[in-house]
């Protein structure tokens, strides 16, 4: 079996099980936070207008700083590579979607770069744990393959690794 054979079946599993119908709405709902990086960028805004301290109030805002960039990063890997998002034969997408275009996922990229960015302002678990069911739901959403979720999971850590 090729990886793209692979990477299909992988999503055909995400799309066609556990979908309870408010399950499936809640996924949505919750992923739609995360367009654009608003989720992020909102949190990073919030942390630095509510933090004590001029120290905390700079790392709030290197890590904003740093969700924007894996945006950026990821904008500009999507349309250079310009991977159509899947189609699956009586499988519609559950959500809609900014572009027709998947790779990477950018829910992925800037989730996990906000992980990593704010771990030391809020708890790691909780951000990770949010990057991840981001992650996850865009393949049971239908939206994404799990190679797009995977590339962007590594882009973003890449993107806030190499952030000052």
């Known amino acids: 079996m090729s990886l ?5 079946e992988a999503l055909v599993f995400a ?12 996924a949505a709902a919750f992923s ?10 909102g949190l990073g805004l919030a942390g630095a207008a509510f933090s004590r ?10 890590g904003l700083r740093t969700v924007a960039a894996s945006y950026g990063a990821n904008q500009a890997i999507k349309f250079a590579v310009r991977r159509r998002r899947p ?25 996990f770069a906000a992980a990593r960015a704010y771990a030391g302002l809020a708890p790691a678990w909780a951000l990770y744990s949010a990057a991840g069911a981001f992650a996850v739901s865009r393949p049971y ?24």
């Open 4 to 8: 793209v054979d692979l990477d299909r």
């Open 15 to 26: 799309r066609t099980r556990a979908h309870d119908p408010r399950l499936e709405r809640l």
């Open 32 to 41: 739609r936070t995360g367009e654009h990086a608003l989720c992020w960028l």
């Open 53 to 62: 301290g001029e120290h905390r109030r700079r790392a709030w805002l290197r």
């Open 87 to 111: 189609e699956l034969d009586g499988l519609p997408p559950l959500t809609p979607v900014v572009t027709p275009l998947s790779f990477p996922s950018a829910h992925a990229t800037t989730s």
């Open 141 to 164: 959403l239908g939206v994404h393959y799990p190679s797009d979720v995977l590339a962007g999971a590594l882009l973003g850590t890449a993107v806030a690794r190499v952030s000052p």
